[in-house]
């Protein structure tokens, strides 16, 4: 199942908008409001995951980098880009069992 990450950083956007004051401020207390969506570093701070060598195959490796996490008895493979700041792309959600990773 392929999320788009509109649908992602809505769902994030409506969780945290009691406390977003404005996009890319950043608050004493360390909350960064994000102008331009989720970027690796800040996932790579705030989300335990591990580290794929490939991505699925509809990602060009040469631009994209995958990270995998598993929550709610799924796995979610998050596709970056190399560019630039590295913005979060797609989220990608497979069901866990034998060979469960295709790529």
């Known amino acids: 199942m ?3 990450v ?3 950083l809505g769902t994030l956007a409506l969780t945290s908008a009691a406390l977003a004051s404005g ?3 950043t608050h004493p207390d ?3 409001y994000l102008a331009n969506g989720l970027t690796y570093d800040i996932f790579e ?3 335990e995951h591990v580290d794929l060598e490939g991505c699925p195959a509809e990602f060009d490796a040469d631009t ?3 990270r995998m996490t ?3 008895d799924l796995a979610h493979v998050f596709v970056f880009s190399y560019d ?8 990608k959600s497979y069901e866990l069992g034998d060979g469960f990773l295709p790529f």
């Open 2 to 4: 392929l999320r788009p």
């Open 6 to 8: 509109t649908s992602l």
């Open 23 to 25: 996009p890319g401020e």
């Open 30 to 32: 360390g909350t960064a």
């Open 45 to 47: 701070t705030a989300v």
């Open 64 to 66: 994209n980098f995958c």
């Open 70 to 72: 598993l929550a709610s």
């Open 84 to 91: 630039g700041n590295q913005p979060l792309l797609a989220v």
